[in-house]
């Protein structure tokens, strides 16, 4: 369709007219079309376009930053891998390239070192989940949520409360009960080194 209809003249007219008579009558879509002319419907063309403004919601990113501390208290951390090491001889399992070695071999393993790992954690921490809700089942989040303890995931909008799926009921300590550290000079030694004599 042309920017701009420019009118013909009346020969043009007089015999064009025969020609659209018969088409007219035999294109019940094209006589619609010219009805729809004839009753004041206007051309694309010749239409002003409209201007559509939108309101877009703001999708927030909800970005937890690590915290910082000021200083650091070694002593627990310490304390925690040298239990890992004894029970389940952790440091040796992470330190040792298991490339050569088969699935299987891995495999095996890791089951020794995950029961060593889940005695250390149910002897001296209780541990609960932080959402009891089952997984995958419909949760409440409410607008002044501690994104500590809850993380969104997907398309954040608003400013909540925010409904979702619970893909992971979360970990928190809720009790610890490592024993009493009388000498922190040795902590840094995980596992003695051992000779045979």
Known sequence: ?????KSIGFVTRFFGAFGQFFK?????????????????HKFASEVEPQVVTKTVEVIKEVEVQAP????????????????LQQEARFIDFVKESVDGYSDEDVGAAARQIHAGCAKVVSQYFTVDVVNGSP?????????????????L?????????????LIHPG?????????????????HILAPAEVEV
Do not use: F, H
């Open 171 to 187: 970990w928190q300590v809720t009790a610890t009960n490592l024993p009493q550290v009388t000498n922190t000079e040795s902590l």
């Open 68 to 83: 910082k501390l000021d200083s650091v208290n070694e002593d627990g951390a310490l304390q925690l891998l040298q239990l």
């Open 1 to 5: 369709m042309a920017d701009e209809i």
């Open 24 to 40: 007219y009558m035999g294109n019940g879509q094209y006589a619609a079309r010219c009805s729809a002319v004839s009753d004041g």
């Open 135 to 151: 997984e995958n089942s419909r949760v409440e989040v409410a607008a002044d949520y501690d994104p500590k303890s809850i993380k």
């Open 153 to 165: 995931e997907g398309r954040v909008q608003g400013d909540g409360p925010y409904a979702g799926t």
